[in-house]
């Protein structure tokens, strides 16, 4: 998400940085590159202008002007600015101050309503709730059968009665079922069309009547780029929204959506759904989000994804190693295998600070899952001592581990001088006082 974009405006920063000092037409000049960068990303028109005459009125001024480093003042500026477009603080979900707390999602059809139901399930039952899902999606009788699937999956109950039932009949009784079973919260599930029609607004208005939903979420598809926002602003005026949960983030490389949908609407977005796994929804931190898009890295969110799946004294060990450039292969197999289990790698590496320098020189496309999987059947391959010692393989021993993987010498040497480029990278942020290991344990 946000590729594009991130790139265009790193370019521009960097051109400013090289100028040294700045005049007011340099800024105009960079100001306009960045209008131009967030059409291209598909920002809403309205969302652009506003934004660049918010920063220049903020950025030509004698204190930055004249300051030693105006570059860095005006990414600053632009920092500050990008947080307040996206919704300063952090929207969280409102609680009913008796449960259950009833959150309606809302939404077209194909945008993921069904499984982001589930995964909003899944994350607040791992915050010790109890969740009950509700398939009240009577339109398509897939969303029943699959919620009922995904409960299963995950062990969290739904309330169904098929499809034969009204959508209304179905959440009164899903109601008196969350209140026998001491339900925490009730998240329904409801229906959607290929296009806004008023037979669907209706519905929800009338659901909306049974329910008296803490929360109206609409999950939005943010590859429709700006017809989401149009979707959004549509809803927010049949039955009053109070967040968007965007879904498909990771196939969005221009995030016009997630940039322009709170400033149209004035709803804020609560939700990021980052891939198809059951846990790949995320909180949208607006501070965290700005500073993936200026390449700052969103060091918090790694950590909290580190802390989910590696143990701590696991972490230490490595940390120990690193210092002692003593990591090696077999070392560097079990971060991967613990990598696979944290997301997709380009998603993990861009929440690392000054990954857009590394990333021009390293490859990161290359190392996909089937990538992965082909370094690990290299570094399997290996005697105990390669993977100790590593600098021992010669070219006999080259070929040998290529014909033992199933690939060729060069993808060896290809493996052999990444694992070099990363122990020097790791050993750098290591080393580095208050620097990114050292936060994570």
Request: charged share 25%; net charge positive.
């Amino acid at each position: 998400m946000f590729e594009i974009l991130s790139e265009k405006l790193q370019r521009i920063f960097d051109k400013l940085g090289n100028k040294g000092r700045l005049t007011e037409r340099d800024v105009d000049e960079a100001l306009r590159e960045v209008r131009l960068a967030l059409l291209e990303a598909d920002v809403n028109f309205q969302v652009a202008r506003g934004f660049v005459a918010s920063v220049r009125e903020k950025a030509i001024g004698r204190e930055v002007l004249e300051s030693l480093t105006p570059a860095q003042q005006v990414i600053k500026i632009v920092h500050r600015e990008l947080i307040s477009l996206l919704a300063e603080g952090q929207p969280r979900l409102d609680t009913a101050p008796h449960p259950p707390t009833i959150i309606m999602l809302v939404g077209l059809q194909g945008s993921g309503k069904t499984t982001t139901v589930a995964k909003l399930a899944q994350s607040l039952k791992r915050q010790g709730q109890r969740p009950l899902m509700v398939a009240a999606d009577v339109r398509r009788p897939a969303a029943v059968e699959q919620l009922v699937a995904l409960g299963s999956q995950l062990s969290i109950p739904v309330y169904q009665e098929g499809t034969q039932t009204s959508a209304k009949t179905i959440c009164g009784h899903a109601l008196e079922q969350a209140r026998k079973t001491a339900a925490s919260h009730v998240l329904v599930d409801t229906g959607g069309r290929l296009h806004i029609d008023a037979e669907l607004m209706d519905e929800l208005v009338q659901l909306r009547g049974v329910l008296n939903p803490t929360e109206t979420l609409l999950v939005a598809d943010a590859m429709m780029g700006q017809d989401a926002v149009k979707a959004a602003t549509e809803f927010h005026a049949a039955v009053p929204l109070t967040g968007v949960i965007l879904t498909k983030i990771d196939g969005d490389a221009r995030g016009g959506a997630a940039l322009s949908i709170r400033f149209v609407t004035g709803v804020p977005v609560k939700f990021l759904g980052i891939g198809e796994k059951l846990d790949a929804l995320e909180p949208f931190h607006p501070d965290r989000l700005a500073s993936r898009i200026l390449g700052m890295g969103d060091v918090l969110t790694l950590v909290e994804k580190v802390e989910q799946t590696v143990e701590k004294e696991q972490a230490k060990a490595w940390e120990k190693k690193l210092r002692q450039a003593s990591f090696d292969l077999e070392d560097f197999r079990e971060q991967l295998q613990q990598l696979r289990k944290m997301g997709p790698l380009e998603q993990l590496l861009e929440m690392v600070p000054g990954f857009s320098t590394l990333k021009r020189q390293m490859p990161v496309e290359a190392m996909d899952e089937r990538q992965m999987k082909k370094v690990e059947a290299i570094i399997l391959s290996m005697t105990p001592q390669e993977r100790h010692y590593p600098h021992i393989i010669d070219g006999s021993r080259r070929r040998r581990i290529a014909r033992g993987s199933g690939t060729g010498p060069q993808d060896v040497n290809r493996l052999l001088n990444q694992f070099r480029d990363m122990q020097k990278l790791m050993r750098q942020m290591s080393n580095r006082r208050g620097g990114l290991l050292s936060r994570m344990w």
